[in-house]
């Protein structure tokens, strides 16, 4: 069965992605005030939020970023250089590297991750209304979720 796509469903769809891109736009523009390029940004906040239990390896971080390892391992040289990471060998296996933030770098991410707080208080309720609105698309007529995969074949 065809999925029937509604003006308000691409409208929805529209709008979602408007309240992010007005969110990464914001959160971009406020790394460079702050004299780092958005990636590294995300890089050391990534480091800084990762799980409990996660070891902070390059591998690690490119896997949360989505970026290659090669990226990751750039990203990584810059901010060292920059003096906000540091990397130290694991005891045990000293070929393994650990990251971790310098007091430079828990300084600059937590005066920006207090902006993006602020940001997120203005701007969040937008972005969740969005996002509720969106989650509607792709509901059949009668009420009842069509799931169809992006190739058009319906999902099991």
């Known amino acids: 069965m065809e999925?029937?796509?509604?003006?308000?469903d691409y409208q929805s769809l529209s709008e979602l992605r408007y309240q992010i891109r007005r969110f990464l736009h914001f959160?971009?523009?406020?790394a460079r005030d702050?004299?780092?390029e958005p990636r590294q940004h995300q890089l050391m906040l990534t480091l800084k939020g990762l799980p409990t239990g996660t070891r902070?390896?390059?591998g690690e971080?490119?896997?949360?970023?989505?970026?290659?390892h090669h990226s990751a391992v750039e990203l990584v040289n810059r901010l060292a250089a920059g003096g906000y990471v540091k990397r130290r060998r694991a005891g045990e296996d000293r070929r393994e590297v650990l990251l971790s933030l310098t007091p430079k770098g828990e300084k600059i991410l937590r005066t920006l991750s207090l902006h993006h707080k602020d940001e997120l208080r203005m701007q969040g309720p937008a972005l969740v209304?969005?996002?509720?609105?969106?989650?509607?698309?792709g509901k059949r007529l009668d009420g009842i979720p069509?799931?169809?995969?992006?190739?058009?074949?319906r999902n099991k």
């Open 56 to 58: 902070p390896r390059i």
């Open 61 to 68: 971080l490119a896997e949360r970023l989505q970026i290659q």
């Open 27 to 30: 959160s971009e523009q406020a």
């Open 146 to 153: 069509a799931k169809t995969s992006l190739t058009g074949r």
């Open 34 to 36: 702050a004299g780092l």
């Open 129 to 137: 209304a969005a996002l509720k609105q969106a989650m509607q698309v």
């Open 3 to 8: 999925r029937l796509l509604t003006l308000a």
